[in-house]
């Protein structure tokens, strides 16, 4: 009976183990590139059935997957109007990720460069915005955007010292407004 017992006793011993903040990081990229790789093959097999050429990159940028497609003519027809059919396919890209790793995805999907173009659009509206306060005094309310636009906003806001940002208003016709500190 007794080594019934202590076997009891061993089975519920519990040891614990110091994570390995290395190992936690290596396994989020690992996810992060598993996410491109899924996105990639089913972004991959959309363009054969659209009968579009283009060339899918892979990349991780912070804490989210990036596919990028480079390189096909007529890809301007897959972002659409201000990025409506890109937003929608970054959508169904998100969703097929899922489907496959069971967790929502927050990958971001660009194709032709429109996204990067509008980044760099965004941060000098922010920027330009921001020195015009500073230089006036007078607080900047800018038009209406996504919330992917207005965090670029207030990200190039927020370079400049003696000026802020917040958002204002509700959707869709939330919009980025600039004061002076």
Known sequence: MASDLDKAQEDADVTTETPDLDADSDSEDDLLVEEGEIAGDYLEQLLDVLDFDGDIDLDVEGDRAVVSIDGGKDLSKLVGRDGEVLDALQELTRLAVQQVTGERSKLMLDIAGWRAGKR??????????????????????????????????????ARIDGVSSESEGAEPQRRVVVVKD
Do not use: C, N, Q, Y
């Open 120 to 157: 760099a659009e965004l941060s000098a509206l922010g920027t330009a915005a921001a020195k015009r306060v500073l230089e006036t005094g007078e607080r900047e309310e800018l038009t209406p955007m996504t919330p992917f636009e207005r965090k670029i906003v207030h990200d190039a806001v």
